[in-house]
T-cell receptor, first 114, second 119 residues
Framework: TQLLEQSPQFLSIQEGENLTVYCNSS?????LQWYRQEPGEGPVLLVT?????EVKKLKRLTFQFGDARKDSSLHITAAQPGDTGLYLC??????????????FGQGTILTVHP | DTEVTQTPKHLVMGMTNKKSLKCEQH?????MYWYKQKAKKPPELMFV???????INESVPSRFSPECPNSSLLNLHLHALQPEDSALYLC??????????????????FGEGSRLTVL
């Protein structure tokens, strides 16, 4: 089973602070997705990155895919209480016995205090 | 609003009950999924249906029985569950299944989930 290490597991910050969440693996992914899940809801797709070195921006969120397509990061600028939730990265495996399967990271629980 | 609809939102059942979870999508997606999620953990894949055929069963106990009546509907039949089966059950769909029933770049669209409590 290919693993996707996500860190940190928990993040508690004040409104206005910046933060970065990381997803790392020793395996190559053909694409990587970021989801946000609020309590009582299902995960909602934020972005998909496909090309090594790709950077995508979504308002205050910046997503980066590593050059070797083994890692990704999510950076949030000036966090707001509405950003609170569980952030999940998920990679589509590019080879091996898990080819084409989606692997989730362990998740980052973000709490932004007013 | 999510375009994947799950019912019921909450379900409480005893260990001898038989119940079903339902999922519906009208996006024309050809792959549908059941995931199980425990609190503050990532979703765990249970089943994948590709073009209405079961393509992946992640060694799920037989007390969970999936069914795909047509391309828009997905059911999960529950029988003789255990208290440890209590969890949020998520249905998801994607436009196309990838190779071996997995994904290439297809994003998942999740429903809001059914919160199951087994007493």
């Amino acid at each position: 089973t290919q693993l996707l290490e996500q860190s940190p597991q928990f993040l508690s910050i004040q409104e206005g602070e910046n933060l970065t969440v990381y997803c790392n693996s020793s395996s190559v992914f053909s694409s990587l997705q970021w989801y946000r899940q609020e309590p009582g809801e299902g995960p909602v797709l934020l972005v998909t990155v496909v090309t090594g070195g790709e950077v995508k921006k979504l308002k205050r969120l910046t997503f980066q895919f590593g050059d070797a397509r083994k890692d990704s990061s999510l950076h949030i600028t000036a966090a707001q209480p509405g950003d609170t939730g569980l952030y999940l990265c998920a990679g589509v495996n590019a080879g091996g016995t898990s080819y084409g399967k989606l692997t989730f990271g362990q998740g980052t629980i973000l709490t932004v205090h007013p | 609003d999510t375009e994947v609809t799950q019912t019921p939102k909450h379900l409480v059942m005893g260990m001898t009950n038989k119940k079903s979870l339902k999922c519906e999508q009208h996006m024309g997606h050809r792959a549908m999924y059941w995931y199980k999620q425990k609190a503050k953990k990532p979703p765990e894949l249970m089943f994948v249906y590709s073009y209405e055929k079961l393509s992946i069963n992640e060694s799920v106990p037989s007390r969970f029985s999936p069914e795909c009546p047509n391309s828009s509907l997905l059911n999960l039949h529950l029988h003789a569950l255990q208290p440890e089966d209590s969890a949020l059950y998520l249905c998801a769909s994607s436009q196309f299944p990838g190779l071996a029933g997995g994904l290439i770049t297809g994003e998942l669209f999740f429903g809001e989930g059914s919160r199951l409590t087994v007493l």
